[in-house]
């Protein structure tokens, strides 16, 4: 490969007008969009490469390596994770419609995700170990703002993730890669934020519900083959709702290359048993085997191998179970791959190298924390499992904490995140004749907005009564009120 691959750290918004200043802008709506340019920008993870498609998984670049020759890099990327293709589309208008305005040399794709690429060793094998995840522009945004699926099949919090092992040097190197993919429920449902720690759920049954997920399964068989569907949701309480809605359409979307896999894995790994995640992995143990994974020798035309499916693992938010199922379906190919290659034997397995495993796991947790940053403003939970292969006591407590921090972002802070997500993906774009007091009115019911300042309040008040002394200025003056009531009460 022999590519750099850079993240980008520091940004600077030029204006068209050389008269305009962009840190003290005429207009105030303009001063409020572009401080959602910049926090969406300093609060994401963005990668990019001058000489290698970052956008594409190895098989998807190798399968179009004749078609793409010297094409620029924009022309051959995957337009789902094309992360700032909106804030190319003129460039690339002018560029299509002329050849000979070619703009391509300022059209970079980004991509919103992950990655890192560790060197390990085996024995006497070096070896290197990447990672790679790819957040869809298609249906972007928070974790409440943005739940189930669109019209066209998109489905929030879509990822793909690859994970690239590399064997020998640059020039003689073998690759192998591995795809899974994660994303929303695909039924239109929400959860209503009203403040609970838990929202209420809400099912939409609409007409095209079914054409919709149709059209999202499609899509992935189209691009991966066929595909489990893992879901992950318990079969009772707030989220029975959304397991049933699934089920329900799955089975009437009546696909052929699709199958789903139900897990309930509250209830399967309760009691900080997360080792019978085991049990997950033997159900799709034979779809694994056969599907398989990328693998390409150099000293060969041909691939050694294809992967011609795809695992789709889902929970609620896409994050924790999620990540805990991802990480474990991983390490299962990769003890298998360095199994066929002879690294290991057949009997033996990757948790016996410590340089390596403890690589996997850093780097599955890193991972599992930026696509939660990224949906849910924090960190994710149940990482203790992922990072040390058990669950911990002190995990627990980082998970209550981690919680808590989400429930005050997702609840007071995720409106102008949403906000920056869909003015950068082209979501929302102000137009011509548009009245920009509309981007500040709140329409909701009187009570909506309030409920954060009473609550404030009423919290200030409890503290105070709980912690001021008697003898305080405040209790002074309340009891000073009170007696001065109480001869007209009499």
Known sequence: MRQNIYRATEYDILPLNPDVSVQTPPNAIETHLLALVRSHLQGGSFYFSYAWDITRRLQAQWATIQQDGDKPLWEIAD??????????????????????????????????????????????????????????????GTRYFRRGIDSEGHVANFNETEQILLVGGDDSSTQL????????????????????????????????????????????????????????????????????????????????????????????????????????????????????????????????????GVVRTNCMDNLDRTNVAQAAIAKWTLNRQLTTLGIIQSNDSVDNYDDLIREFREMWTDHANFISLAYSGTGALKTDFTRTGKRTRKGLFEDGYNSVMRYLKNNFLDGARQDAFDLMTGAWFPRRGWNPATLVIDSRPAHHPRAPYILSFSLFMICAGLTLPRTSDYSSFTTSYCGSSSPRSR
């Open 79 to 140: 337009d789902r994770f094309f992360w700032n293709k909106f804030l190319h589309n003129r460039f690339i208008d002018i560029t299509s419609m002329n050849p000979d305005q070619n703009l391509s040399a300022y059209i970079l794709p980004v991509i919103y995700g992950t990655f890192d690429i560790r060197p390990v060793s085996v024995g006497i094998h070096p070896l290197r170990l990447c990672l790679i995840s790819r957040r869809s522009r298609h249906r972007a």
């Open 177 to 308: 890669s591995f795809v899974q993919i994660r994303g929303s429920i695909p039924v239109y449902w929400a959860e209503i934020n009203t403040l609970r720690y838990k929202p209420d759920v809400q099912i939409m049954e609409l007409q095209d519900t079914v054409d919709a997920m149709r059209a999202h399964l499609q899509a992935n068989e189209n691009l991966y083959g066929r595909q489990a569907l893992v879901n992950l949701v318990n079969h009772k309480g707030h989220e029975k709702p959304v397991k049933e809605a699934f089920e329900k359409v799955f089975e009437q979307a009546k696909s052929s290359k699709s199958r789903y896999e139900y897990f309930d894995f509250h209830n399967e790994c309760k009691n900080m048993r997360w080792d019978r995640i085991s049990v997950l992995i033997s159900r799709l143990e034979s779809e694994l085997e056969e599907d398989g994974y990328f693998h390409l020798d150099s000293n060969k035309s041909e691939p050694v191998r294809l992967q011609t």
